[in-house]
């Protein structure tokens, strides 16, 4: 009886440590977990609607309801949009999640990020994290933005944070926008990324323009460039009425555009206003 109570006790502990080790990784932030890791970290996480990837370093990102896909390519700064008047002549490979996020971490520094959205991790000898929710993520990768020491690497981080599943992450990039405790840098990748979120919410619920309409399009997206090369005095406000009273999305996407490169906190204001008086993701 005596080594039957010792073996169950022996049990009973270790099942009790198992329990303390496990509620204490738990109660670690993503944050931490990631930050007190030292080399390569992964997690993935749900994407929102309108996001796929070939499971390498191209991302496409699309508006629900639109077959016009914007090309996200990992280590350049660029986008282009595929026409979707073409739409019948290509099909990407794209695969509709999950987001995967590598992040190196150097003495609890944010060194590099990487991300993909689709195929799976190589087997090999990093910290895997596995599926984390999508918000936790976007909250934690914003966190990390705040630290970053440029605007590139804080674009990226911010791209990846863009791409959670039902994360309204405008109050976050608010903030980040009208902070003087971060860099430059960062508050411009914020705006740059208010202004994305904010051509989504300015657009949505408008049809795409008919086909036949596109060269009078096309020459009133060129009038709105011209504005961007007029004092911000007279500019500013010319776009700002664009986004407000346009019914052409195209014209509307292209002032936010021009708005989300203009440093000028009345273009903040206008995404506030866009981004927060909307009804939430369902």
């Not at 303390?20 to 993935?44: H, Y």
């Not at 695969?95 to 971490?105: E, K, L, Q």
């Not at 918000?135 to 990768?141: E, F, G, H, V, W």
Request: charged share 25%; glycine share 8%; net charge neutral.
């Amino acid at each position: 009886m005596r080594t039957i109570a010792i073996s169950l006790s022996a049990a009973t502990l270790a099942a009790t440590t198992s329990f303390v080790v496990t509620d204490s990784l738990r109660a670690q932030s993503l944050d931490q977990r990631i930050t007190r890791q030292e080399g390569t970290v992964r997690m993935s996480y749900t994407p929102r609607e309108g996001v796929c990837g070939d499971g390498g370093a191209t991302i496409y990102t699309w508006e629900p309801g639109s077959s016009r896909r914007t090309i996200h390519v990992r280590g350049n700064t660029y986008s282009n949009t595929i026409d979707d008047r073409f739409a019948d002549e290509w099909e990407p490979n794209c695969v509709p999640g999950p987001v995967r996020v590598a992040i190196t971490v150097e003495a609890g520094s944010i060194t590099s990020l990487r991300t993909y959205v689709g195929g799976e991790w190589p087997s090999a000898g990093t910290r895997d994290l596995g599926r984390v929710t999508a918000s936790d993520a976007a909250r934690t990768l914003i966190r990390i933005a705040e630290r970053a020491a440029g605007g590139r690497s804080a674009n990226e981080i911010l791209f990846a944070a863009s791409m959670a599943d039902s994360a309204d992450t405008a109050r976050d990039l608010l903030r980040l926008a009208r902070s003087q405790d971060v860099g430059a840098d960062v508050r411009k990748a914020a705006v740059y990324h208010l202004g994305n979120a904010a051509a989504e919410a300015a657009t949505r619920g408008l049809h795409d323009i008919a086909r036949d309409g596109d060269e009078a399009i096309g020459v009133r997206e060129s009038a709105v460039f011209a504005l961007t090369r007029q004092p911000s005095d007279v500019g500013v406000p010319a776009l700002i009425d664009l986004v407000r009273n346009s019914t052409e999305p195209r014209v509307r996407k292209a002032a936010i555009f021009w708005l989300a490169r203009s440093d000028d906190p009345r273009a903040i204001k206008l995404f506030e206003e866009l981004l927060l008086s909307r009804p939430p993701r369902s």
